[in-house]
């Protein structure tokens, strides 16, 4: 059974930061390039970031560039994000999800596997 578990969301104030963590289990992970999504209230679900098989190449969308960074770890088919100099405009469901390619992809109907979502609230 092919399982995404993202993890870390919360309530944190403007300027803040935060970690989120996506355990993964059930598909070949090395086979699979990963990525971040959110769904902002009221609005559609939007590509953040990706990372390659390899984990040396991520990207980003413009409104996070520089803030948050992408990561993972093939030894615990894991992927993170740092998510810095947080934002009201960041408060959205976080999802994790999985491309089976060696590059991540901003088309939703690429991704083969979807986590359940963690929750980011950026509030004073």
């Known amino acids: 059974e092919v399982q995404l578990q993202a993890s870390g969301g919360g309530l944190v104030q403007p300027g803040g930061s935060l970690r989120l963590s996506c355990a993964t289990s059930g598909f070949r992970f090395t086979g699979y390039a990963m990525s971040w999504l959110r769904r902002p209230p009221g609005k559609e679900v939007e590509w953040i970031s990706s990372?390659?098989?390899?984990?040396?190449?991520?990207t980003y969308v413009d409104s996070v560039k520089g803030r948050f960074t992408i990561s993972r770890d093939n030894a615990k088919n894991m992927i993170y994000l740092q998510m810095n100099s947080l934002k009201p405009d960041d408060t959205a469901v976080y999802y994790c999800?999985?491309?089976?390619?060696?590059?991540?992809?901003?088309?939703?109907?690429?991704?083969?596997?979807w986590g359940q979502g963690t929750l980011v609230t950026v509030s004073s």
């Open positions: 999800a999985a491309a089976r390619s060696s590059y991540g992809s901003r088309r939703l109907n690429d991704y083969n596997y």
């Open positions: 990372i390659n098989t390899d984990g040396d190449r991520p």
